[in-house]
């Protein structure tokens, strides 16, 4: 099997998450033409899901996506857990991909409490929960910051 070269890289976009997130400082190597970072990609995803959970930003289509397959919840599930009567809606919201959602500050509140009862937390990260009611949430933009 051929040794593959690896090298440490600063400011790293990967989009294998189905949204772009950034690396500050990784080890990338190369598969078939491609650089990837060279790290655990289960663990990547647990990484992304806390930062989604806290992030300032509204979700976009991708990132309910990404958190409703995380959670192992079909639309349909997603949108009961949510009050809505089926998966049209959560359909409609992940349909925009790179776009914010445009779901209600109540229902993107309820997707980071059900986010954060998915972790078994027992308390509700109130801050959090504020800041998204309040409607003091950022347009998404760029990539997602992991720390590697």
């Keep these: ?5 690896t090298k440490v890289t600063k400011n790293f976009i990967y989009g294998g998450l189905g949204f772009p997130v950034i690396f500050r400082t990784v080890e990338v190597k190369e598969v078939m033409g491609e650089s990837v970072p060279n790290i655990n990609h289960r663990k990547l ?3 992304a899901f806390l930062a989604l959970l806290d992030a300032s930003f509204k979700f976009t289509g ?3 996506s990404f958190v409703r397959h995380y959670m192992g919840l079909k639309q ?3 949108g009961q857990r949510l009050g809505l009567s089926g998966h049209s ?3 409609k919201w992940e ?3 790179a776009a914010a959602t445009g779901m209600s500050s109540a229902i993107e509140a309820g997707v980071r409490i059900l986010m954060h009862e998915y972790l ?3 308390q509700i990260p109130i801050k959090a929960v504020i800041l998204v009611l309040a409607g003091d949430l ?3 933009k760029g990539p997602v910051p992991i720390a590697a």
């Design 89 to 91: 809606m959560v359909s």
């Design 76 to 78: 349909d599930d997603l």
């Design 95 to 97: 349909k925009k991909k």
């Design 62 to 64: 991708a990132h309910l």
């Design 1 to 5: 099997m051929k040794d593959r070269k």
């Design 120 to 122: 078994n937390n027992s």
């Design 138 to 140: 950022e347009e998404p």
């Design 45 to 47: 995803q647990d990484v």
